[in-house]
């Protein structure tokens, strides 16, 4: 069992409670999705890098230096979409523990839709959450990532802005899934959404490196994006966002030769994408994000056109800490994924809420003696 997948949304001291006493090779990265669920964005990096205890701070290489001189920045979204209307599947990766991959994604939806995208394929999706597009909103039960905000809010834009949401992964309870293996599978899958409706426009969102056309020296062997392309015939665009992806220690050594101040890709005279941060896969193009600046203890990528912070906590009178959860006033609050999360554990703390413009929201602080408070928003 995941640590934290019975109750998702924990306190930071019962994250580190059980990080104290996992010993799981994997403890550092359940405590850095566990951070992510509840907001903390800055520890979730922290802790993720703690899996390389033995790691300095990443220096290019000369060959690297002298290589990137030959790219030049341009803006990631008009190339992308760009990108996009060339082809019928766009298949973009996340690293599992960043919300911001989460909310870039969700920023290209609308010009996405536009230009006829209509089908957002989730590999963190539960076949189990049959009423999805229904309810127009994730649950606890919707998947195991789905369950951190951001990625929930990528959900509920999607739906709204008219795109089908499906599942991809492997059928582990299926016999002949199980001999494809998990990445024949999913492309599997993906195709039966294609054989359906054979010009649809796909967007495909995976974890890592199932976003690789090539075979993997390792236990993938041909990822999923080459086993859609080998199924299919289709060549997709792959965007990768987690090799130049933010970090405290641990990381790209080509992100120290960049310095953007917006989302990037970078080209080079001949057009051609910058992509050897994830040398020696196969994948278009790597995304460049800058590093996160935070207002009142919140990465600013939150805000967008739809979204704002606000301060609730000197509404709160329960005791501390407290978890601060925003819901829509018409969702079901027992089993829906919230909004936002942010936890509270003293008064000297300032930590904004991120709230949805022109929606009807609810807040509700609950503290670790289970009591609870509901703060109506305007």
């Known amino acids: 069992m995941v640590l934290g997948q019975n109750k998702p949304y924990l306190f930071s001291y019962q994250i580190d409670s059980l990080l104290s006493v996992d010993s799981t090779n994997y403890k550092f990265q359940t405590a850095s999705w566990n951070f992510s669920f509840i907001g903390d964005y800055k520890k979730s990096l922290e802790v993720k890098d703690l899996q390389f205890p033995n790691a300095k701070p990443s220096t290019p290489t000369q060959e690297q230096i002298e290589y990137f ?8 979204r008009k190339a992308i979409l760009e990108e996009a209307k060339k082809t019928q599947i766009l298949i973009i990766n996340e690293a599992h523990h960043v919300g911001l991959h989460r909310v870039y994604l969700a920023s ?40 951190e905000p951001c990625f929930g809010n990528l959900i509920r834009e999607g739906i709204e802005l008219g795109y089908t949401i499906f599942p991809y992964e492997q059928v582990y309870s299926d016999s002949i899934q199980k001999n494809f293996g998990r990445e024949k599978a999913e492309a599997v899958n993906v195709k039966k959404i294609l054989d359906q409706n054979p010009k649809a426009k796909l967007i495909l969102y995976c974890g890592y490196d199932h976003v690789a056309e090539d075979t ?23 965007i990768d966002q987690t090799a130049l992806t933010e970090y405290k220690i641990v990381g790209s050594r080509y992100r120290q030769l960049m310095n953007e101040k917006k989302d990037v890709l970078f080209v080079d005279s001949n057009s051609t994408y910058f992509n050897k941060a994830s040398f020696p896969k196969a994948i278009d193009c790597n995304v460049y ?90």
């Open 69 to 76: 001189k030959k790219f030049k920045a341009i803006d990631a």
């Open 108 to 147: 290209l939806l609308e010009d996405l839709h536009k230009i006829g995208y209509t089908y957002i394929g989730l590999e963190a999706l539960s076949y189990e959450d049959t009423l999805l597009n229904q309810r127009k909103y994730p649950v606890l039960k919707s998947g195991f990532y789905t369950k």
């Open 216 to 238: 993997l020296k390792n236990f993938m062997g041909l990822p999923m994006a080459g086993q859609l392309k080998k199924l299919t015939g289709i060549n997709p665009f792959t």
């Open 289 to 378: 994000h800058p590093s996160s600046e935070c207002i009142n203890g919140r990465p600013t990528w939150l805000r967008r056109k739809n979204t704002k912070f606000i301060m609730l906590q000197e509404k709160v009178t329960i005791a501390y800490p407290y978890l601060i959860k925003i819901y829509l006033a018409t969702d079901d609050i027992a089993i829906a994924v919230p909004i936002d999360i942010i936890e509270l554990k003293s008064p000297n703390e300032k930590v904004a809420s991120l709230i949805l413009k022109h929606k009807k929201q609810i807040a509700i602080a609950e503290n670790n003696k289970g009591e609870q408070q509901i703060i109506k928003l305007n």
